[in-house]
């Protein structure tokens, strides 16, 4: 975390301990507004809603009439769906300050919550004739909260979209607009609409972040990464950045860079099981099993259920061929995601490799049970039956994974099946028919028997359906 951080929570602990000793005393006064505007945001960012409405109270008290501490009370009391004493308390503004813009949308915003949103709706209508600027901006946004409320996500995309148009730097428009573009699906407009504002104002983050979200959606990835690193160049403490930047990095199997990413989160912002986690899996994939492994286990110190936290680190063990450990650890994985497939299959594949094979049997199967419509649950049931020379048990299983799922490595898995029974010419017509439905997955055959590698038949059907250049 860095060091203007840790100064800006000092400031605000000690504040809080100021204002707890002036409680005692029933003596609440602080010379400074701030103090109290301080406070309220202290206490609304941790959800103490109570708390804050307290202060603002106090605040009201003590400041004679200051119109931003009854407005703040009045947000307070919406965030607590209090609308009806919202409007109560705006009406007694209305008297002292009549026309402003920001008691308007409050009240708006009140008869919306009391489900009256065809009066807030006209409410705002009227209030756009005068406005410009920022302050239509601030009107638009309103608006798009009550099409959220009405969940007609794409009438809120549009009620945004001018909102920036008016403010390019509008947050509040901007935060909201990352997530009703992925409801209304407006990712191609989204990116039109966000490479405007970046190119206008090259260090607007939010803009960066929303353009990166929508590049990501559409697999944009290393759009995506570009976006996001924008976002946080712009806005060094923008945390989602950085963990969204890293994401799409181990997408596009980039591990160095993701792991760089990760870093960052972990030297600036409270670390979380899912940091740790995906730590860990970049070392992982880095080979670096030692580290990885470590990482893993802080993932678990935080949150013992992290099941595949544990799976990971049995596939460390796998890795460092520590065998009986990785039973271990895919166990304790299993106990907290019974239904994983992949948590299955890697037990049996641990199991096969410490001479267990009854248990092996048991899971390679139960994995193949559980996502019937995968084909490679089925594969690694099979090739461990071949492997095991239980031909027959093998074709029973690829026969009953032809009646759950599709795809081209079963067809491979047969030929391998009968090229190992004896069963040669089946073997290279079932290959023939493999390489006809996908020709470039034809190394499964390889991997499940690498002597077919060399073999002068097989080469000769595979040279029949090599695709031309």
Not at 282 to 290: A, F, K, S
Not at 302 to 313: K, N, P
Not at 403 to 410: M, T
Not at 426 to 447: I, N, P, Q
Request: hydrophobic fraction near 40%; glycine fraction near 4%; charged fraction near 30%.
């Amino acid at each position: 975390m860095g060091h203007s951080n840790i100064t800006d929570r000092q400031a605000i602990f000690n504040l809080i301990s100021t204002y707890e000793d002036m409680l005692e005393k029933n003596q609440v006064k602080f010379a400074n507004h701030n103090s109290y505007h301080a406070l309220i945001d202290y206490y609304e960012r941790e959800c103490l809603l109570d708390r804050a409405l307290e202060v603002v109270s106090h605040a009201i008290d003590r400041s004679g009439y200051d119109t931003s501490f009854f407005l703040r009370k009045a947000e307070l009391l919406l965030e607590k769906n209090e609308a009806t004493q919202t409007l109560f308390l705006l009406d007694q503004v209305d008297e002292k300050s009549p026309g402003l813009l920001r008691a308007a949308i409050l009240r708006a915003e009140s008869f919306a919550m009391m489900g009256m949103h065809d009066q807030s709706l006209a409410l705002l209508d009227g209030l756009k004739y005068n406005a410009d600027g920022k302050e239509l901006s601030k009107i638009y946004v309103c608006e798009a909260l009550i099409y959220d409320s009405l969940k007609e996500f794409e009438r809120m995309f549009y009620v945004l979209k001018a909102a920036l148009a008016e403010d390019p730097s509008n947050t509040e428009a901007l935060s909201r607009m990352w997530y009703v573009v992925e409801y209304a699906r407006k990712h191609e407009e989204s990116i039109e609409l966000h490479e405007k504002i970046v190119e206008d104002d090259p260090y607007n983050a939010l803009a960066w972040y929303n353009l990166g979200a929508s590049q990501s959606y559409l697999c944009n990835y290393e759009e995506a990464i570009e976006a996001y690193e924008f976002a946080y160049l712009s806005k060094d403490d923008f945390e989602f950045a950085y963990r969204e930047c890293a994401d799409a990095c181990l997408i596009t199997r980039n591990f160095q860079k993701a792991l760089g990413c990760y870093q960052d989160v972990l030297e600036r912002f409270e670390p979380d099981a899912d940091l740790f986690l995906n730590i860990g899996k970049c070392y992982e994939e880095l080979g670096n099993y030692l580290v990885a492994r470590d990482f893993f286990q802080r993932a678990v110190d935080f949150d013992y259920h992290c099941a595949e936290a544990h799976f990971h680190i049995g596939r460390c063990y796998g890795n460092q061929t520590e065998w009986h450990k990785a039973v271990g650890a895919f166990q304790k994985a299993i106990k907290l995601e019974r239904q994983n497939e992949d948590f299955l299959s890697a037990l049996a594949g641990a199991y096969a490799n410490t001479g267990n094979l009854k248990k092996a049997l048991t899971y390679y199967r139960e994995a193949a049970d559980t996502a019937p419509e995968l084909p490679e649950h089925w594969v690694n049931l099979a090739h461990f039956l071949i492997k095991n020379r239980r031909f027959d048990e093998a074709i029973k299983a690829l026969d009953e994974a032809d009646e759950n799922a599709w795809g081209p490595e079963l067809l491979y898995c047969r030929s391998a099946c009968l090229f190992e029974m004896g069963n040669k010419s089946e073997a290279l017509f079932v290959l023939e028919e493999a390489l006809y439905e996908d020709f470039d997955a034809h190394t499964a055959l390889f991997r499940l028997m690498p002597v077919l590698e060399k073999d002068k038949e097989v080469k000769a059907v595979i040279a029949i359906f090599q695709p031309e250049e």
